[in-house]
T-cell receptor, first 113, second 110 residues
Framework: DAGVTQSPTHLIKTRGQQVTLRCSPK?????VSWYQQALGQGPQFIFQ???????QRGNFPDRFSGHQFPNYSSELNVNALLLGDSALYLC???FGPGSSPLHFGNGTRLTVT | RKEVEQDPGPFNVPEGATVAFNCTYS??????FFWYRQDCRKEPKLLMSVYSSGNEDGRFTAQLNRASQYISLLIRDSKLSDSATYLCVVTPYNNNDMRFGAGTRLTVKP
């Protein structure tokens, strides 16, 4: 039973570039949530996708966007990267948008130089 | 005030010690509560849910005080493998996102 998988595991980008991170939910899950975790902080909610729509959004600028595909996998896109976007990006899945707890993937560590 | 606040830590304890972590939350309408464990450079993993009646899982005991908006985690007979960061997590009522505290780092030493 595959858990939540994310790719890539590490990524280095320069300021102003764009990045796309990918996530496949745990088998049987249909909802994907994205979190950003800066060093020494807890994960911060970016947004959640269910039925291919953004259902809820945290306090992140429009540079952060996403998509969910019919197979429930999801992408997180960040445009015009800033140094402050360097963080661990975590994808979590669940069955249904209101269910908890969440199951996390291993994360993508993004470094912006 | 942060939505979820935890003991700043770090906690450094010897093997076999009992250690307690505290967490407070600001949204009185919060409905679900959890403790997650996060090892260095790894993803958070669910340790246990927290119920109003309190609950225990082996050496771990979690308690919730809704009136005081306070959650606790007690670890008895600490093991070296308990060394990790412990994240307090709250889900607001009628909301789909989980709110994390900044975490408390625990190091158990031989």
């Amino acid at each position: 039973d595959a858990g939540v998988t994310q790719s890539p595991t590490h990524l280095i980008k320069t300021r102003g570039q764009q990045v796309t991170l990918r996530c496949s939910p745990k088998s049987g899950h249909d909802t994907v949530s994205w979190y950003q975790q800066a060093l020494g902080q807890g994960p911060q909610f970016i947004f959640q996708y269910y039925e291919e729509e953004e259902r809820q959004r945290g306090n992140f600028p429009d540079r952060f966007s996403g998509h969910q595909f019919p197979n429930y996998s999801s992408e997180l896109n960040v445009n015009a990267l800033l140094l402050g976007d360097s963080a661990l990006y975590l994808c979590a899945s669940s069955f249904g948008p209101g269910s908890s707890p969440l199951h996390f993937g291993n994360g993508t560590r993004l470094t912006v130089t | 005030r942060k939505e979820v606040e935890q003991d700043p830590g770090p906690f450094n304890v010897p093997e076999g010690a009992t250690v307690a972590f505290n967490c407070t939350y600001s949204n009185s309408a919060s409905q679900s509560f959890f403790w997650y464990r996060q090892d260095c450079r790894k993803e958070p993993k669910l340790l246990m849910s927290v119920y109003s009646s309190g609950n225990e899982d082996g050496r771990f005991t979690a308690q919730l005080n809704r009136a005081s908006q306070y959650i606790s985690l007690l670890i008895r007979d600490s093991k070296l493998s308990d060394s990790a960061t412990y994240l307090c997590v709250v889900t607001p009522y009628n909301n789909n996102d989980m709110r994390f505290g900044a975490g408390t780092r625990l190091t158990v030493k031989p």
